[in-house]
């Protein structure tokens, strides 16, 4: 191919087959952007929208600069039924790099949708040959690779190698007494969890998990929860599928969290912007060598941006990453939690709106979404979301949802949680009595991180008041702030007329290739290579404290802040 297709050209493209609506824009300036749908009842605002060009510009402007973009653009060319266009770009991609692992993956389900099973089935040999695993090939999309599915050779090849588990396991709400782990199988299974204390010696399962099935309905997935365990002690386990074993001789290791009240020392990492970069999934690595207790995911973890039709796109650019070796062993021994943030949920700097079930893609977003982390829940039965909270010893973390109740800045009293999260945040912080309170959003809390974009709590300044003098109102100590969405490392001081400062810490490059510049008001940044937050709390002090760390993925640390909980606390009255 000699060029891209013309953008226009695209755009109406998409329109045309239903996969994009037509956008409007609000003829005043910085009202942003939204489909003619969200504009209810003759209202300026739109209910739902972006403060950005609400449009597909991410997988054709984008993907001449970011790597993350180009194997979605192959796909979501396939999904529009046209894997000739899918075809000639993979083509292009491959003969600058014959060795572009999903340019051969795309190549060979474009082959395959285009009848050439003979190709398709010699591009599957190639892209293991460059490193893909072959377990992509069985993840899916399953629609998409179904002429491949019936290929015999094919056929031959998948049960001579006696595949069962395809993603995972990933581990998450690791308790001081119990565990759930995540999987994906590639057929319809039981799954059960075995456990053994201790870190070396003969395997012999102590603790076995209730079986639970992965899901056809739920794409082959399925948690499973072990409990019986021990606070804060080292386990191996294994995963059975049908009853085999699947993980053994190097069984994962992980360790239950301590009991609330306990004088211990741990670590607690975090971070944003994960798009996946082949080059840099080596992060993983990185971080699980530091043997964290829990690993926070904050938004931007995938980067999906097609909310309007679940489609093989979703599920490709979770696949990709779920099937690399170094993030399977990552979440397989460190405990994972996750929010979302606008390109997971949505697309650019979105608002979702008030109601749980408009618009019509909403709910099954945040479904896909759950098919595919570990978390300890998701909002409320009645007001879902990725809202969420658990302990790690004395030390609380709220993990909140800034996208799915968020409402238009741009109109009056715009709210970025909704009152049902808010009301359930309040009233939990109000009753914490941990030592420390962690408050997780998706996007800086500081209003200097993105310029004048409201984007940010900078949009939210009424609602950011109310919590803020709420913990003064109510005495509510030693909390501190996390957030992502800057494609850096930050730690900034919030000072308040009334209340003890509140320290932000923000990460948001693990893996991404774009990167955004450093502002001023920080007490210190980073955007030199990819990093991620680090927390060490030491909880064994007369004074407890916190340090922050930026390491980088080459795991230098280029920055350090300790602040201690006395510092988090209002004057004495």
Aim: with cysteine.
């Amino acid at each position: 191919m000699t060029g891209l297709v013309p953008v226009f050209k695209v755009l109406k493209a998409l329109v045309a087959v239903g996969l994009l609506s037509a956008c409007s824009q609000l003829d005043e300036p910085f009202r942003g952007h939204a489909p003619p749908q969200a504009f209810e009842n003759g209202s300026e605002y739109p209910y739902y929208g972006a403060e950005t060009r609400w449009n597909l510009r991410f997988f054709y402007e984008h993907a001449e600069r970011l790597s993350k973009r180009r194997g979605q653009r192959q796909m979501l060319e396939i999904v529009r039924g046209q894997p000739e266009e899918a075809a000639r770009y993979a083509e292009e991609l491959l003969a600058d790099d014959p060795m572009d692992q999903e340019s051969l993956f795309n190549l060979a389900i474009a082959r395959a949708q285009l009848g050439q099973l003979d190709q398709a089935f010699d591009l599957v040999r190639l892209a293991e040959a460059a490193g893909l695993p072959f377990e992509r090939f069985l993840a899916g999309p399953r629609d998409l690779l179904q002429p491949l599915s019936g290929y015999e050779p094919f056929r031959r090849e998948v049960a001579m190698r006696e595949l069962r588990l395809l993603h995972g396991p990933m581990l998450g709400s690791v308790t001081a007494r119990g565990a759930k782990f995540w999987v994906r199988t590639v057929q319809e299974a039981e799954v059960q969890v075995v456990a053994a204390a201790g870190e070396s010696g003969p395997f012999r399962a102590a603790v076995r998990s209730q079986p639970a099935r992965s899901d056809a309905g739920e794409d082959f997935t399925a948690v499973v929860a072990l409990g019986g365990l021990l606070p804060g002690t080292t386990y191996r386990y294994d995963v059975l599928v049908d009853g085999r074993p699947e993980l053994g001789p190097a069984y994962p290791v992980f360790a239950t969290a301590p009991e609330g009240g306990e004088p211990v020392r741990f670590e607690v990492g975090f971070g944003g912007g994960a798009g996946y970069v082949p080059r840099n999934e080596r992060m993983w690595n990185t971080i699980s060598a530091r043997k964290l207790q829990a690993f926070l995911f904050l938004g931007d973890n995938v980067y999906i941006d097609l909310p309007e039709d679940l489609n093989g796109l979703h599920h490709y650019t979770y696949y990709r990453r779920q099937s690399g070796s170094e993030f399977r062993h990552f979440v397989a021994r460190t405990g994972i939690y996750a929010i979302w943030d606008n390109h997971d949920s949505a697309t650019d700097d979105v608002w979702l709106g008030p109601y749980v079930e408009r618009p019509p893609w909403k709910l099954p977003s945040l479904r896909h979404f759950r098919r595919n982390w570990v978390n300890p829940g998701y909002g409320s039965d009645q007001w879902p979301g990725t809202w969420f909270e658990f302990a790690i010893g004395d030390v609380d973390f709220f993990m909140l949802d800034g996208r799915f109740y968020r409402t238009n800045p741009f109109a009056d009293s715009p709210t970025m949680l909704g009152p049902h999260q808010k009301k359930w945040l309040l009233g939990r912080l109000k009753e914490s009595t941990a030592t420390f309170k962690v408050l997780v959003s998706p996007v800086p809390w500081s209003f200097d991180t993105k310029g004048d974009a409201v984007d940010t709590w900078n949009g939210f300044r009424q609602e950011r008041d109310e919590i803020f003098g709420f913990l003064s109102r109510n005495r509510v100590e030693g909390v501190f702030l996390l957030s992502a969405d800057r494609h850096r490392s930050d730690a900034r001081r919030i000072d308040r007329k009334a209340g003890y400062p509140l320290y932000e810490f923000e990460s948001s490059r693990l893996t991404n290739e774009a990167v955004h510049d450093l502002v001023p008001g920080a007490l210190f940044g980073y955007n030199e290579k990819q990093s991620f937050g680090l927390l060490a709390f030491d909880l064994t002090k007369p004074d407890p404290s916190v340090t922050f760390r930026i390491v980088s993925i080459d795991d230098e640390t280029v920055g350090e802040i300790t602040i201690k909980r006395s510092e988090l606390s209002h004057p004495v009255r």
